[in-house]
Every structure is written in structure tokens, then in C-alpha cells.
Antibody
Framework: QVVLQQSGPGVVKPSQTLSLTCVIS??????????WHWIRQSPSGGLEWLGR?????????DFAVSVKSRITVNADTSKNQFSLQLNSVTPEDTAVYYC?????????????WGQGTLVTVSS | DIQLTQSPSFLSASVGDRVTITCRAS??????LAWYQQKPGRAPKLLIY???TLQSGVPSRFSGSASGTEFTLTISSLQPEDFATYYC?????????FGQGTKLEIK
């Protein structure tokens, strides 16, 4: 059973950095068949993919164009976790943020999700 | 980016009804489509992947099918716990994109 446990602050001030962590149990962040994603859901309900990290003999990342200049996703193998940093946030970054696993054996679908973290950007 | 258009956006139905939700892709995505169910305050839950493969533990009343760029999710006999919002997602290319959602409500 895979469990993704998210942590991080619920309020971030405008222009500051949003930082979230997703701790993995039941799988390895270095898995050769999985990728580790961040997704957010706006207050209106739409789901937006933000980025991913994955290991295939070396680490790779992909990011959404909308956040590419502001986003960092890192894996920490010693803690079996991955993280999201989003710089220079504005109120438009207010959303529920999710981490998720995509597994090749499930045709790349997101089969496990974290519990979600509501992040509000406000002074 | 690949656009996914779900229809309808809202659906009102009764327990025991058969319902169908459609997701149309703006270009070919092979069978790289997944369906998720989301209840208020919860993360999305994977129901179907590869257009028609039922995720382990998901009731058999859920099914998926594909025809070209049109995909359907069918619930054969609605149960009270099925009232939720449903999203499709394409996994063919990046960026991964989602449909806008279909909210299934009790009539």
C-alpha cells in the first residue's frame, strides 16, 4: 500500500516562496517505473498539473509552462520524499496542492494521491 | 496542449440510473486516458486507466470505453456513494491535462 503524506504551510505571503513536501511510504522515490507529480486545484475546481520528477538512471524533471520560471521539484532519496517550491507567489497561486504517483504499470495514471494542502496566498 | 472537453458539466440522476459522461480530446491520445472521482474535501481517486481498465478495488458498475478521440465513463446503476465530481485526464503527452469536470448530483 502506497501512502503519500504532504506537509507544509497553509498561508504564504505574496512574493514569497511556497514550499511543500510529500513523504512516500510503500514505494521508492527512485523507482524506475514511477514518476512523482504535483498538481493543484483552484478554488473554482479546475485541476492543473504543475510538474514531475522521476529517476531513470538519472533524475529528470518536467514542468508546466505556466509555472516553469518559478517552480522547483526535488527528490530526497535519504528521506524518500519529494518537494515543491514555487517562487514569487501571487493570490492566483491560492489552491489545494496535491502530490501524486504516476505508475507505468497503470498506463501513467495517477494511482496514489496525497491528502492535499490548501495554500492561501495572503498578506 | 491537448484540450479535454467533458460533457455534461452537471448531471442530475437518481439511484439506480445508468449514466454516461463523455470526454473529447482535441487530438489523438491513443488510449492514454484516465477517469477520476472526487468527493468534497478529498483527493481525486483513480477509477479507470488506459481508457477502459478498471483500477483494482473499483466496483464493476464503472466502465470506460473509447472511440477515436471520444471517451466515455459509464456507471451502470448509480449508488448513493457515486454522487461526486468526475474528471478525465490525458496521459499521452505533456503537459498532463484534465477535463473541466462533471458534477453528478442526486435528482
Amino acid at each position: 500500500q502506497v501512502v503519500l503524506q504532504q506537509s507544509g504551510p497553509g498561508v504564504v505571503k505574496p512574493s514569497q516562496t511556497l514550499s511543500l513536501t510529500c513523504v512516500i511510504s510503500g514505494d521508492s522515490v527512485s523507482s524506475n517505473s514511477a514518476a512523482w507529480h504535483w498538481i493543484r486545484q483552484s478554488p473554482s475546481g479546475g485541476l492543473e498539473w504543475l510538474g514531475r520528477t522521476y529517476y531513470r538512471s538519472k533524475w529528470y524533471n518536467d514542468f508546466a509552462v505556466s509555472v516553469k520560471s518559478r517552480i522547483t521539484v526535488n527528490a530526497d532519496t535519504s528521506k524518500n520524499q519529494f518537494s515543491l517550491q514555487l517562487n514569487s507567489v501571487t493570490p492566483e497561486d491560492t489552491a489545494v496542492y496535491y502530490c501524486a504517483r504516476a505508475e507505468n504499470r497503470a498506463a501513467r495514471s495517477f494511482d496514489y494521491w496525497g491528502q492535499g494542502t490548501l495554500v492561501t496566498v495572503s498578506s | 496542449d491537448i484540450q479535454l472537453t467533458q460533457s455534461p458539466s452537471f448531471l442530475s440522476a437518481s439511484v439506480g440510473d445508468r449514466v454516461t459522461i463523455t470526454c473529447r480530446a482535441s487530438q489523438g491520445i491513443s488510449s492514454y486516458l484516465a477517469w477520476y472521482q472526487q468527493k468534497p474535501g478529498r483527493a481525486p481517486k483513480l477509477l479507470i486507466y488506459a481508457a477502459s481498465t478498471l483500477q483494482s478495488g473499483v466496483p464493476s458498475r464503472f466502465s470506460g470505453s473509447a472511440s477515436g478521440t471520444e471517451f466515455t465513463l459509464t456507471i451502470s446503476s448509480l449508488q448513493p456513494e457515486d454522487f461526486a465530481t468526475y474528471y478525465c485526464q490525458q496521459l499521452n503527452s505533456y503537459p498532463r491535462t484534465f477535463g473541466q469536470g462533471t458534477k453528478l448530483e442526486i435528482k
